[in-house]
């Protein structure tokens, strides 16, 4: 086997020596190279619009092996050499390249195309591998026993895997769909029930302000009416600022007459019975007149103080601090419904 600088080399020479036999070449000067229409497209649409290098026919492959063998350099074998020893070295990848180079020579080579098969099944490219294979045999080759079924097995394989990646993708992508449709569905459900609370808050503002609205007009109105309608100034206003203050402070069952009142006009009322005064006091100043027994248990009620119980109880308000004394209390806040302890009243009160 050649050494691979030697086949570098060859091959530089050989490229050499075509550049020289396309320029020199009768053939070539009266053989124009078959042009093409300017944009031809392909079936999937790409157009090949390049410029060609040389004005050289087709079929640069041939004279390329031509040129090779006239130089004494069989490349076809030295190449299968080559890639055999790769292949048999695990060098997969440069065998493949030197078979590939031997069968741009030599495409009716058998021996290259079942050993390329082979070694691009080694590679587990499978429907490549296949295809050298029929080629190889097609063309009168014999294959190793088992060999083609093996590599058919391992491509049914692999399509069946890619099928079934596929769908598992397929399936993985119809999930994420429905989870989106569904997550949609739920915004949109959720954007419409924002929308009617807001339309809610939206129609409870209204409300609202109407009512406010309202409040505010009724009192101005009555406002006006009280400043238009109130009475003739302050003195008509002093009466019944005296009146209030009558209301608000306690009187005496009888009621003095005003100094006004002529004799003559209050005589009728002197004859009449005088009334009994009334008895405001709420408890005797006697702790024990009541028959109040001690120690007692008050619940407090709302609006109760200790000033109030203490009166109750103890018929004067100033012994509240004797009760606080007696329930260890800290301050004199009273909670609905809290037991007090009422105690005998002090001997010295």
């Not at 009187?251 to 009994?276: C, D, F």
């Not at 200790?306 to 601090?321: D, E, H, P, T, V």
Request: aromatic share 4%; charged share 20%; glycine share 6%.
């Amino acid at each position: 086997m050649r050494n691979p600088v030697d086949i570098s080399v060859t091959i530089c020479y050989v490229n050499t020596s075509v550049r020289s036999y396309l320029k020199d070449s009768p053939q070539h000067a009266s053989s124009p190279m078959p042009a093409f229409p300017p944009g031809s497209h392909m079936s999937n649409g790409l157009a090949f619009t390049e410029h060609p290098r040389s004005t050289g026919e087709i079929g640069a492959t041939e004279q390329i092996a031509q040129i090779l063998q006239s130089s004494g350099l069989d490349a076809p074998a030295t190449l299968y050499d080559e890639s055999l020893a790769y292949a048999q070295e695990g060098k997969l990848a440069a065998a493949t390249e030197r078979l590939r180079m031997l069968l741009c020579l030599d495409p009716t080579d058998t021996d290259a195309s079942m050993l390329l098969g082979k070694v691009l099944a080694t590679r587990n490219q499978w429907q490549e591998a296949l295809a050298y294979i029929d080629s190889a045999i097609n063309n009168g080759a014999v294959a190793e026993p088992g060999l083609r079924d093996h590599v058919e097995t391992n491509l049914r394989r692999q399509v069946e895997a890619d099928e079934q990646r596929r769908a598992r993708v397929t399936a993985r992508e119809q999930g994420e769909i429905l989870t989106l449709r569904s997550e949609a569905k739920r915004l949109r459900s959720d954007n419409a029930a924002l929308d009617a609370q807001v339309d809610d808050l939206q129609k409870r503002i209204r409300i609202w302000s109407s009512v406010t609205a309202l409040i505010a007009g009724s009192a101005s109105a009555l406002l006006i009416a009280a400043l238009l309608f109130g009475g003739g100034g302050s003195e008509s206003t002093e009466p019944v600022a005296a009146e209030a203050t009558t209301i608000a402070q306690p009187t005496p069952s009888v009621v003095t007459a005003p100094a006004a009142v002529t004799p003559a006009a209050v005589a009728p009322a002197a004859v009449a019975p005088e009334p009994e005064p009334l008895n405001t006091a709420p408890v005797a100043s006697d702790p024990n007149a009541s028959g109040q027994e001690f120690p007692a248990t008050h619940t407090v009620k709302r609006g109760d103080t200790l000033g109030q119980i203490s009166m109750r109880y103890y018929g004067k308000a100033s012994l509240y601090s004797h009760i606080k004394q007696a329930n260890d209390m800290t301050s004199e806040d009273l909670q609905l419904g809290q037991k007090l302890l009422i105690p005998e009243p002090p001997e010295d009160d």
